[in-house]
């Protein structure tokens, strides 16, 4: 009995302590959460950041394999007598100020393939915004700006009568502007929840024990040639010269992937296919004479400075001097670009647009699109990289926004 | 040049030469000393940088030392740290470059170069650095460059791998030499990159030369660097290889300003100069007064042989002295005495010779009348005796004949008379061309006088009128004789060319003939008074020309050859001064 007794004990405690740490992992609504980086948006424009993508809406969005699902636009019909296409706008969607969203019919000419379309529509430019009366912006998603300094920080609040239901945050504060030694200063202070990290501080967090979030390749790092006097050749020899692998493993603390395409793997899944290895003999071969160019790159970034000295240490075994120079005098800089969408399509339209270089409009596939860009070695693509956020202990569900709770068993 | 002119030169020329000399000889003597003290302190100074450079070489030892037993070195040579960690531990150090490397020289981590991990190390390391006692110079690449340093190697803590660590040789490290005033000690590093104790050095490119001759010799080199265009910038280098292996590492270069001594030759020179001008105008006085006591005698000499070369030769000089030049003023004052003697023997050997030509003449021309007078007059006594008629007539005939050889006798004597008594010219404006129509004109009915050869008459005579200031009537004598002589010239006839022309402000007279022409002698005895190479002649003719010529501060001259005929040539002056 007393045997029985002291078993039930235990299977109630356990079934209590099991109840209890339930109860701790289920989210809940309220709080603050303190977020930092360095954008430095404007207006609330929802192309200038990403997380003004909580505020505004578009019809369609991409899901995380870049495929277009329906968002505010619950649905679409083609009507092949008149051309269009018409969206069909959800049903029961309020704004922010609480009027109710009807925008009446929508509809979209079929001079291009859907998903073309919905690739468009799904551009944070494309968000649906409306102007109150006063001219600000008013929308529709998970949170409504509260107050908004330009280029230094803004409020956002929970839109309670959001039509996916409210979020569980109660407000969001943003600091904008920041510099990453900034935000790390304010992160061990416990001044912020969320800030970016360096991906090559991303050991010494997690030695620490730190929370961190790494997303998948969000941007390529790669070299951009202007005028003429680096030709193809020399070019080459750059591109034959650079000891990927070193850079990867020591300065990148494997983090990223090598790649010679401008499409990550996630999101092309062919960026194996473009030659990464190195070929110094070859290199200096193409390279002869000795050159020498003006080499741009961010000194400011502790590791964009270590990967242009290390691109300079290794093109000088080609017998190509790159000498540091200012941006606008340039021969060469070391770029950090954005990829923006997790469509190919999308993605390689605007790094092309963002490297100037013509938009090869015959090309049937990403791959064939990219091949093109990438001839004459204009650009030498060279990693894709993370972004990587150091998380207070008491944030769950980062990154997306509008499903991130505090834990209150955490201190802020 | 004058001898005195020479003399002031020669005795100026070496007085400024011997204070030239001496000047020099102590500016040498001066900068031969100041490089000799400088190249001692230069000296000096190198032992203090080795001695520096040594101690140095220890701290650095002891840093590297210090680095390599470091945990977090043991921690990058395990591979345990951030590629740049090595920054961190050289910071500790208080080391300028620091490179962990594993045992085949591989970085592992680097301080200086963080992006050259993975690359071999490339300070010029040989085996037998590990673990040596002495720290080493080398060159060490960065970024930018190279920069020299003093290096050491130890093995890091553990066993694996190595540490090299360095410091840069810098302005800093030159500030400890503790120099004396007027030393510097620059430091070469590589070109352009040239520091002092002070920071880096402005216009390095002036020590080029010197680092090429280092470079070129492997070897220590002197030069003098002119700073700036002011010579007193110059500064004397001593420029010490700082080589290791064969590779030139950096060049000392210990320099001594050469102000003072600069300072010092300037005051050498200007003293020079002061003195040298001082003695040059010394030199000049006592030259001027030494030779104005050489000279003077020699310039009265000259003087003298001036005056005897004019015409005085009663000239003397004065004899002041018992040398040489004395000697030559008797030997000149006994020479003028014998010219004088000579002169008046030879003019009264020509008196005499003239008075025996005149009495010759006087002789002959008086013999001729006086010989029909004897006659006539022996007629008249041999007539006495004949009957009254025939004695009337030969008194008749003998008295006409008396009377005329009087009358002959007569104009000789009067001419004789008139050569005695010629008057002194009265100068008046006269034309020549109209003087020579005159004389041409009275003489013209003997051209063309019959009985004889013809004389054909010729005027080639300036154009205009040529007026000079002479004595017309004496002129026109002159003339006269000069044509009744060409006349005597030509008995077979010939030209007579009358000819003027304006000549220096003047005017020439020529008068020549196509006669029989004179003999060199004779044209030399030609004005000789009662000279004459006619029966007829009394030799007066030319002689008055010449007197006439000679009054008027004019020059006559013959040209003449035997067969081609004769050109009497006279000069007039245009003006006269004071008569004669």
Known sequence: MKRTASRSIVAVSVLLAAGTLEAARRPRYGGELRIETRATPRTPDPSEAAFLSYVFETLVRLDDRGEPEPWLAASWTHEPARKRWIFTARQNVKLHNGALWAPGLISVADDQPIEKILRDLARPRNAVVVRAEDGSPVGTGPFRIARWEAEKSATLTAHDEYWGGRPYLDRAEIRMGRALPEEALDFELGKADVVEIPITDLRRFRQRGVPVFVSPPSEILALEFEGTLANDAIREAVALSIDRGAIYNVLLQKQGEISGALLPLWIGGYSFLFATERDVSRARQLASPPRTLAFAYDRQDAMMRAIGERIAVNTSEAGITMRPAAGTTADVRLERLPIISRDPWLALEELASLLKIPWPSAAGTPYDAERVLLEGFRVIPLFHLPDAWALSRRVRNWPHLADVWLDARETP | ?580
């Open chain 2, 1 to 580: 040049m004058t001898f005195r002119t020479k003399l002031l030169f020669i005795s100026s020329f070496t007085v400024a030469g011997a204070v030239a000399l001496v000047t020099g000889a102590v500016s040498v003597s001066t900068r031969r000393s100041f490089e000799r003290i400088d190249r001692e302190r230069r000296e000096a100074m190198l032992d203090q940088f080795r001695r520096e450079l040594d101690a140095q070489g220890q701290d650095v030892i002891r840093r590297v030392e210090k680095a390599a037993a470091s945990p977090g070195v043991q921690q990058i040579a395990a591979g345990a740290a951030e590629y740049d960690r090595a920054q961190a531990e050289a910071d500790a150090a208080s080391l300028d470059f620091l490179d962990v490397l594993q045992p085949d020289l591989t970085i592992i981590s680097s301080a200086h170069w963080p992006a050259r991990f993975g690359y071999k190390n490339d300070w010029q390391i040989a085996p037998e650095d590990w673990n040596a006692a002495d720290a080493f110079l080398t060159r060490i690449p960065q970024p930018e460059g190279s920069a020299t340093a003093l290096a050491a190697v130890r093995p890091a803590a553990g066993g694996k791998g190595y540490v090299a660590g360095a410091r840069r040789l810098s302005p800093e490290f030159l500030k400890s030499l503790g120099l004396a005033p007027g030393l510097r000690a620059l430091l070469w590093l590589a070109p352009h990159e040239v520091v002092d104790a002070k920071g880096g050095v402005r216009d390095p490119e002036k020590l080029d030369g010197l680092i090429a001759e280092v470079q070129r010799s492997g070897r220590q080199a002197n030069g003098v660097v002119q700073w700036t265009a002011d010579r007193s910038s110059s500064e004397a280098f001593v420029a010490f290889p700082l080589s290791r292996r064969g590779r030139l590492m950096g060049v000392l270069l210990a320099g001594a300003s050469l102000r003072e001594q600069i300072a010092l030759e300037r005051s050498i020179l200007w003293t020079g100069v002061l003195v040298g001008g001082s003695g040059i105008a010394i030199g000049v006085l006592l030259g001027w007064w030494t030779t104005e006591r050489i000279t003077r005698p020699v310039e009265r000499l000259a003087a003298g042989a001036r005056a005897v070369a004019g015409g005085d030769w009663s000239t003397r000089v004065d004899v002041m002295s018992q040398d040489e030049i004395g000697e030559l003023a008797r030997a000149f004052n006994h020479m003028t005495e014998q010219l004088l003697e000579q002169r008046e023997r030879a003019i009264q050997a020509e008196r005499v010779a003239a008075w025996r030509e005149l009495a010759r003449r006087l002789a002959h021309e008086l013999k001729n009348p006086l010989f029909p007078l004897q006659i006539t007059v022996e007629n008249l006594q041999r007539a006495r005796h004949r009957p009254e008629a025939e004695f009337d007539e030969v008194f008749r005939e003998s008295t006409s004949t008396l009377l005329a050889e009087l009358a002959n006798l007569n104009t000789i004597i009067g001419r004789f008379s008139d050569f005695a008594k010629m008057p002194r010219p009265q100068f008046e404006s006269v034309d020549v061309n109209e003087i020579v129509r005159v004389v041409m004109k009275l003489h013209d009915a003997r051209f063309r006088a019959g009985g004889r050869p013809k004389i054909e008459p010729e005027l080639d005579l300036a154009a205009g009128e040529l007026r000079i200031s002479a004595d017309g009537e004496q002129l026109r004598r002159a003339l006269g004789n000069l044509v009744l002589n060409a006349m005597d010239a030509m008995p077979s006839g010939g030209t007579l060319r009358v000819r003027t022309a304006r000549q220096d402000g003047g005017v020439r007279l020529e008068v020549s003939d196509t006669g029989q022409g004179l003999t060199q002698e004779e044209c030399a005895r030609l004005f000789t008074p009662y000279y004459t190479t006619k029966h007829h002649g009394t030799g007066l003719g030319l002689a008055i020309v010449q007197s006439v010529v000679s009054d008027h501060h004019g020059k006559i001259s013959v040209a003449s050859q035997p067969g081609l005929g004769a050109a009497f040539i006279i000069d007039l002056p245009g003006k006269q001064g004071d008569p004669l």
